[in-house]
């Protein structure tokens, strides 16, 4: 599985970095940063974002 936030749509709300429960979203500053190996619920934090900035795909998908 992949996830990944698509700066090209992000409008840095932090509802994704708020929904993160084991630092597997933060915002440095200027960007969100996603640790996939947090044990997170990366679906719920997808379905959270308002612009569908954060995506999931399977590991043969490949991200723009």
Do not use: H, Y
Request: glycine residues 8%.
């Amino acid at each position: 599985m992949k996830i990944f936030c698509d700066e090209k749509i992000c409008v840095r709300c932090l509802a994704c970095a708020g929904e993160s429960e084991f630092g597997g979203v933060i915002f440095d500053g200027n960007r969100i940063v996603i640790d996939r190996t947090r044990p997170e619920d990366w679906q719920t934090i997808a379905a959270i974002c308002p612009t569908g900035a954060i995506k999931i795909l399977s590991d043969d998908e490949e991200s723009d």
